[in-house]
Nanobody, 127 residues
Framework: VQLQASGGGLGQAGGSLRLSCEAS?????????????MGWFRQAPGKEREFVAA????????DYADSVKGRFTISRVNTKSTVYLQMNSLKPEDTAVYYC????????????????WGQGTQVTVSS
């Protein structure tokens, strides 16, 4: 099982970035799959890893942290084994390393309930 995150970089406050996470090694679109629930987390220097967003297999259920609700959108394209995080209206406090993660159902906001993690991609937002 491998998760490869990409798309991070330097953004400006008020701007947008899109992160991608491509999965491999297991069936991405099976209801018994490791990838049934895909999540994005982030970790800023000196802080604990925190939940950002999660999405169900069909994409019909999503969950967002209050800090990103209305600004970030999580989506997935199962035929591409890829999950995305569209980040709009960026704020300096969004600066962090962003990680994608996978787990079987049900949805969860707890990092320790996700068994598979990508390598992380740095997002830096300048004011």
């Amino acid at each position: 099982v491998q998760l490869q995150a990409s798309g991070g970089g330097l953004g400006q406050a008020g701007g947008s970035l899109r992160l991608s996470c491509e999965a491999s090694g297991r069936r991405f679109s099976s209801y018994t799959s490791t990838y049934t629930i895909m999540g994005w987390f982030r970790q800023a220097p000196g802080k604990e890893r925190e939940f950002v967003a999660a999405i169900s297999l069909s994409g019909g259920s999503t969950d967002y942290a209050d800090s990103v609700k209305g600004r970030f959108t999580i989506s997935r394209v199962n035929t591409k084994s890829t999950v995305y995080l569209q980040m709009n209206s960026l704020k300096p406090e969004d600066t962090a390393v962003y990680y994608c993660a996978a787990r079987p159902s049900p949805m969860s906001r707890r990092p320790n309930e996700y068994g598979y993690w990508g390598q992380g991609t740095q997002v830096t937002v300048s004011s």
